[in-house]
């Protein structure tokens, strides 16, 4: 079946470092993949999307790429701060047009000052 | 941007009692909306798919008769937790599609606790 699985957290780093959170997927077909940010008391929001194979997907100085060869959508953005700290989803698009998503289990990031 | 409330954030109902949450597209129609479950530190789960004016669409293993859903409006889409047991308590969430787009809003969540 479809899944996602995402790297375990929480996740605690300094302002400025450089971040990565691991993401893959297991797909029929070609989905569409995405990342989710919630912030405290916060519903989620889209952070980023890819569609395709070898698209990337940026925001807020986020970045991921959609690699088919490796089923992987790995999150990154090269210097962190405070107010990035959240918990991140992975997601994927299950079903094109009904657009039912998979999630994986998300990664609490923490940002020290 | 779109936003999507969900009423109450949190409840505390006792075993056997219904309880109903209210998901509402604030500023735009949303033909369909969607409940989900999450479990602690779990991911979330995608419970059923409720179209305005039709039948919600269940996912495997969610049962129909436990968790009602109502989908009478444009911006309203409820669900009710019959006779809850503490096996029940999770946070809910709901997203909302604006159309013609795919993207889903997310509500904030509501916290149920049976006792």
């Known amino acids: 079946g479809n899944s996602v699985t995402q790297m375990e957290g929480p996740v605690t780093l300094s302002e400025e470092a450089f971040l990565t959170i691991n993401c893959t997927y297991t797909?029929?077909?070609?989905?569409?993949l995405f990342w989710y940010v919630q912030y405290p008391g916060e519903g989620l929001q889209l952070l980023l999307k890819?569609?395709?194979?070898?698209d990337k997907g940026s925001n807020k100085g986020f970045e991921a790429t959609y690699r088919k060869e490796t089923t992987s959508f790995h999150l990154e953005k090269g210097s962190v701060q405070v107010s990035d700290s959240a918990v991140y989803f992975c997601?994927?698009?299950?079903?094109?047009?009904?657009?039912?998503?998979?999630f994986g289990q998300g990664t609490r990031l923490t940002i020290n000052p | 941007g779109a936003v999507v409330s969900q009423h109450p954030s949190w409840v505390i109902c006792k075993s056997g009692t219904s309880v109903k949450i209210e998901c509402r597209s604030l500023?735009?129609?949303?033909?369909?909306m969607f409940w989900y479950r999450q479990f602690p530190k779990q991911s979330l789960m995608l419970m059923a798919t409720?179209?305005?004016?039709?039948?919600?669409?269940?996912e495997q293993g969610v049962e129909k008769d436990k968790f009602l859903i109502n989908h009478a409006s444009l911006t309203l889409s409820t669900l009710t937790v019959t006779s809850a047991h503490p096996e029940d308590s999770s946070f809910y969430i709901c997203?909302?599609?604006?159309?013609?787009?795919?993207?889903?809003?997310f509500g904030p969540g509501t916290r149920l606790t049976v006792t």
């Open positions: 409720s179209n305005e004016g039709s039948k919600a669409t269940y």
């Open positions: 797909a029929t077909g070609y989905p569409s």
């Open positions: 997601a994927l698009a299950r079903i094109q047009g009904a657009q039912k998503l998979v």
């Open positions: 890819a569609t395709k194979a070898d």
């Open positions: 997203s909302a599609r604006e159309p013609p787009g795919n993207e889903q809003y």
């Open positions: 500023d735009f129609q949303a033909t369909t």
